[in-house]
């Protein structure tokens, strides 16, 4: 419990970092504040008395599924965290406007972490949006017309895609008031009870519409236009925050929608979110075989990554497993690839795939996380992704989906060929550098080493205790 | 019964006309009067229910009535107001092609609305507004690039959405959740009223080179 209410520990340090006169000083808070954070939540995840802990008069809960995301969501704002206070420790220049960057680095990470803990709907809706209102100005930090542009873009789609889930809450009440007889709650394990009845149209239409606006937040067709252009303009490091810790509080308000599904609605929301995921895939394909710009080449991976998830969450109990793992492991992935595009964008200066080339020799740290990241990606082993992505293609194989499969992996295909065309000759091509040495210092550098050994212990041996903690969770999303 | 009945039923007419009727106007005082006007009758209409009195209505009516009827169309008002803008601002393109879509989404809402009610036949008009002002949202969001009209798209959205909310059978969540729904709703609003007032349509259609990355 106490481990618990640290966690609200952010939202307190938010107005000291505020009023901190001096960048480097905020940074030290928000660095300060994310190890405690990370601390107490590794308290309160060892000492939970039980499986299930409910708490604030039911309101939240820690269970299998929030412990995964809060450790998951907590260790990657810990490294951001210390990638942000790395790069101002080696340019004080960058200092300017930090203690406003982390006071909202701190409210964003507070309203993730409450979303991960609700017990009820609603109130991951309220926390979905406070995050996206938090990250408004964070997405505009130092930039000029084109952030803004790209911020205006994020909150248009955010709060559109909301609107609609919160559209879709409103269907389930009147499903549940005109049919069910049930009393309106919006409390996951009430909900999940409801969930066994029988199903109506209004039921089925919430269900489609929660799920289309939820899949905003994760970049999902038909939804994503934002993304692209939000990762570009953000700086590296709110790219990673928006890829990483808000990605997961999306994807466990998703895992939270197909707990509370019942039998009846199953079939339905699976094919949606397969479609849905699908047509992500597709479209970000496309779009990477078409782009010359390495940071937008991410963001496309990205795409196609949550269309993977939304498949293997589709596919249902066969694959659960394999998408828990991908989730996780897609997580460091892209923390990893943003804070490296970072860097390779202030060394070179441009964006553009074909001015960088032979980044493994101009800069060999960076060069060779980039490396280890875009395999990662494509879902090389012995990375976590290559494991989920196989779990998942098991999943559709032993489900009859055929079509499904075939065209999940031809897009697979285009996705490796077209990425390795466009980023090996980035990596090992005939350096263009120049006499400019990198800036290698090894700060910025240390979340991104602690990123890789995660990733990479990950998808050689997942301890027991991590392995059944993903377990109970791909268990939960499968029918009771 | 009757009674109420049929001056909700002349609530929800007039909320459908005051979804029409700034589409066709063309200027942006009648489309903040339509959003002001919305959030005004959708306050009525929870003081036509008769709905218990408690904190939780108190904050519906407080949401309805003083931020979506006053607020909303205040704040827009002041903003537009010192940016010199000409009257005009066309909120779907005008032309023909365009009243007529709005005349059959209106239809659509009203047959998705029979066919959402066959077992509530009072509650078809409710759902069929409700649907209406839905689609016209995502309409003026499909059909505009001016920041300005994409925000009375969200916010005409956003309405139609808190419409379906009040429709019976009458459900409030729970106070906690009332209050944070109810202020989430200004915050919206200031963060759009932000981007209102440094948004340059011209700036978001001109492609900028990359900047550089502070961090």
């Not at chain 1, 505009?140 to 955010?158: D, E, I, N, P, V």
């Not at chain 2, 209505?57 to 979506?68: N, S, Y």
Request: one cysteine or more; hydrophobic letters at 55%; aromatic letters at 10%.
């Amino acid at each position: 419990m106490i481990g618990l209410l640290l966690i609200l520990l952010p939202a307190v340090a938010a107005p000291i970092a505020a009023v901190s006169p001096v960048g480097t000083r905020a940074t030290w808070i928000l660095l300060g504040v994310a190890i405690v954070n990370m601390v107490a939540t590794l308290v309160a995840v060892t000492l939970a008395s039980a499986p299930t802990l409910y708490f604030l008069d039911g309101y939240f809960v820690l269970d299998a599924t929030s412990t995964v995301f809060l450790l998951l969501i907590n260790v990657l704002f810990l490294g951001i965290a210390s990638y942000v206070w790395g790069r101002v420790r080696s340019h004080p220049e960058l200092g300017a406007g930090m203690g406003r960057f982390s006071a909202l680095s701190l409210a964003f990470v507070t309203a993730s972490n409450l979303a991960v803990l609700a017990n009820h709907m609603l109130v991951i809706w309220v926390c979905l949006e406070l995050t996206t209102l938090v990250a408004v100005p964070l997405v505009r930090h130092g930039g000029g017309t084109r952030a803004l542009a790209a911020s205006w873009k994020y909150f248009l789609f955010s709060s559109v895609g909301l609107a609609l889930a919160l559209l879709g809450f409103a269907c389930l009440a009147r499903s549940m008031s005109l049919s069910s007889g049930h009393d309106v709650r919006f409390f996951l394990d009430q909900l999940t009870l409801v969930g066994q009845g029988p199903s109506d149209v209004w039921r089925r239409l919430g269900f489609v519409l929660i799920v289309v606006g939820y899949g905003t937040k994760l970049g999902l067709a038909p939804m994503y236009a934002w993304l692209p252009e939000t990762y570009d303009a953000a700086p590296p490091p709110v790219t990673a925050m928006l890829a990483t810790v808000q990605f997961n509080a999306g994807a466990l308000a998703l895992f939270r929608v197909l707990q509370i599904t019942g039998p009846a609605d199953r079939a339905l929301v699976g094919s949606a979110l397969t479609f849905l995921g699908l047509a992500s895939m597709a479209v970000s394909s496309f779009s990477i075989l078409a782009t010359r710009d390495y940071k937008r080449l991410i963001a496309y991976a990205s795409i196609n990554h949550a269309g993977v998830i939304a498949v293997g969450l589709g596919v249902g109990p066969a694959a659960a497993y394999g998408v828990v793992l991908y989730v996780v492991s897609n997580a460091f992935i892209k923390a990893i690839l943003f804070l490296t595009a970072g860097k390779v964008r202030s060394h070179y200066k441009t964006q553009d795939m074909r001015q960088v080339s032979g980044l493994i020799k101009d800069m060999p740290y960076s060069g060779l996380f980039f490396a280890i990241g875009i395999f990662a990606l494509l879902g090389f082993p012995p990375f976590g992704s290559f494991l989920g992505e196989l779990i998942i293609m098991s999943g559709l194989v032993k489900g009859h989906q055929t079509f499904v499969f075939v065209a999940f992996c031809a897009i697979l295909t285009i996705t490796f060929a077209a990425t390795g065309r466009s980023v090996f000759p980035m990596i090992w091509g005939a350096p263009k550098g120049g006499d400019r040495p990198a800036d290698q210092s090894f700060f910025p550098m240390l979340p991104k080493i602690a990123f890789l050994s995660l990733l990479i212990v990950i998808g050689l041996y997942v301890p027991p205790s991590l392995s059944s903690l993903l377990q109970q969770v791909a268990a939960s999303l499968g029918p009771r | 019964m009757d009674g109420r009945r049929t001056r909700m039923t002349s609530l929800l007419i007039s909320f459908l006309l005051v979804l029409i009727l700034p589409l066709l106007m063309a200027t942006w005082r009648a489309s903040l009067l339509g959003l002001a006007l919305q959030g005004v009758l959708m306050g009525s209409m929870v003081l036509e229910h008769g709905s218990a009195a408690s904190v939780s209505t108190g904050f519906l009516l407080a949401d309805l009535f003083f931020v979506r009827g006053l607020l909303v169309p205040w704040i827009f008002w002041r903003i537009l107001g010192r940016q010199t803008t000409t009257a005009r601002n066309d909120v779907i393109p005008a032309n023909l092609a365009s009243w007529l879509m709005v005349g059959v989404l209106v239809v659509i809402g009203f047959r998705f609305g029979r066919a959402m009610s066959v077992n509530h036949p009072h509650s078809t008009i409710g759902v069929a507004v409700a649907a209406s002002g839905v689609l016209l949202g995502f309409f003026v969001l499909a059909t505009q690039n001016s920041p300005f009209s994409q925000i009375v798209g969200a916010l005409r959205l956003e309405n139609a959405i808190a419409l379906f909310e009040l429709l019976p059978p009458e459900h409030h969540p729970p106070l906690l959740i009332q209050i944070g729904l109810t202020l989430l709703f200004p915050l919206t609003l200031f963060t759009l009223a932000g981007f209102m007032q440094r948004l340059d349509a011209a700036a978001l259609e001109k492609p900028a080179p990359p900047e550089e990355s502070s961090l």
